[in-house]
């Protein structure tokens, strides 16, 4: 099993629809998650960190973290044009002297 | 506050060429990470800097190297370019490091004739 796995897309949703993505991690004692969003040709940009199971919501943002199944997810409400970027999910894996270790990300593609 | 400044952007080199990358962080923060990042491999850890010592390090070969300076810039170093190492490297500063919120620089893109 790949550290932190991520399909990579491309996930097409329709304007306004909600938007799922899901990361899985192969570490069972990690502390910290975060989800990056990355335009193309830009750097990686920090939407939201959860360190605790269960929801967190900021804006049209939610990430869900489920430690005992080891997934964490990012859902979008209402999503827009603009979202559309390569979204990564990071985890802290303590198996491996607490390094941040990236999934290769999910391509999202919001159809106007 | 100015954000994380990475020179150059854009360089282009020569198989067997070594070259160096340099990053800011943003003012007070002690951390820097470096990542590369490839279509194929995603993002990479390279290495982490603290308060001029390395404190982590990916699986790269010794080809790949860095430092930081007691004003928290850093640098990485690639030497005896191999055209795989065509990628664009980002670093990241953070308060302290470990799980701190990391915030990435431009980058610098890397492209190895």
């Known amino acids: 099993q790949k550290e932190v796995e991520q399909n990579s897309g491309p996930l097409s949703v329709p304007e306004g629809a909600i938007a799922s993505l899901n990361c899985t991690y192969s570490d069972r004692v990690s502390q910290s998650f975060f989800w990056y969003r990355q335009y193309s040709g830009k750097s990686p940009e920090l939407i939201m960190s959860?360190?605790?199971?269960g929801d967190k919501e900021d804006g049209r943002f939610t990430a869900q973290l489920n430690k005992a199944s080891q997934y964490v997810s990012l859902l979008i409400r209402d999503s827009q044009p603009s979202d559309s970027a390569t979204y990564l999910c990071?985890?802290?894996?303590?198996?491996?002297?607490?390094?941040?270790?990236f999934g290769k990300g999910t391509r999202l593609h919001i159809l106007p | 506050k100015a954000g994380v400044t990475q020179t150059p952007r854009y360089l282009i080199k020569t198989r067997g060429q070594q070259v160096t990358l340099s990053c800011s962080p943003i003012?007070?923060?002690?951390?820097v990470s470096w990542y590369q990042q490839t279509p194929g491999q995603g993002l990479q850890f390279l290495f982490e800097?603290?308060?001029?010592?390395?404190?982590n390090k990916g699986n790269f070969p010794g080809r790949f190297s860095g430092r930081q300076f007691s004003n928290s810039r850093s640098e990485m170093n690639v030497s005896t370019l191999e055209l795989g190492d065509s990628a664009l490297y980002l670093c990241?500063?953070?308060?302290?490091?470990?799980?701190?919120?990391?915030?990435f620089g431009p980058g610098t893109r890397l492209t190895v004739l």
């Open positions: 003012s007070g923060h002690r951390s």
């Open positions: 959860i360190y605790s199971n």
């Open positions: 800097y603290f308060s001029e010592t390395q404190r």
């Open positions: 990071a985890v802290n894996l303590m198996n491996r002297d607490d390094k941040i270790i």
């Open positions: 990241a500063s953070t308060l302290t490091g470990g799980t701190d919120t990391q915030y």
